[in-house]
């Protein structure tokens, strides 16, 4: 599966958006999701997953009660809607795929990877 992640830009502290991720081949329904980011000079860190069904999410605490993952898989689809951005969440945000189904916080756990979003979040 090849994964196409978008809707990246600048934005200042306390605005919102919203990134997808677009994957291809007839299978999304099967993949747990995931996002990731990095930020210069970090290590690539945890954002949140979601199940192959929407029906489990998980979320980093930094980011808990902000970042909203959702996907429709007829869309072959997978959104992060990121409101209260802070300048500490200025990053490349990834996508990955889990054939395994759920997801998981460990980078890991997934097989397929898109290529990043720039996120910027200025004070």
């Known amino acids: 599966v090849q994964l196409q992640a978008s809707g990246g830009g600048l934005v200042q502290a306390g605005g919102s958006l919203r990134l997808s991720c677009a994957a291809s081949g007839r299978t999304f329904s099967i993949y747990g999701m995931g996002w990731f980011r990095q930020a210069p000079g970090k290590e690539r860190e945890f954002v949140g997953r979601?199940?192959?069904?929407?029906?489990?999410?998980d979320y980093a605490d930094s980011v808990k009660g902000r970042f909203t993952i959702s996907r429709v898989n007829a869309e072959n689809t997978v959104y992060l809607q990121m409101n209260s951005l802070k300048p500490e969440d200025t990053a490349v945000y990834y996508c990955?795929?889990?054939?395994?189904?759920?997801?998981?916080?460990?980078?890991?756990?997934?097989?397929?990877w898109g290529q990043g979003t720039q996120v910027t979040v200025s004070s």
């Open positions: 979601i199940s192959w069904s929407g029906g489990t999410t």
């Open positions: 990955a795929a889990d054939p395994g189904g759920w997801g998981s916080s460990a980078a890991s756990t997934y097989t397929y």
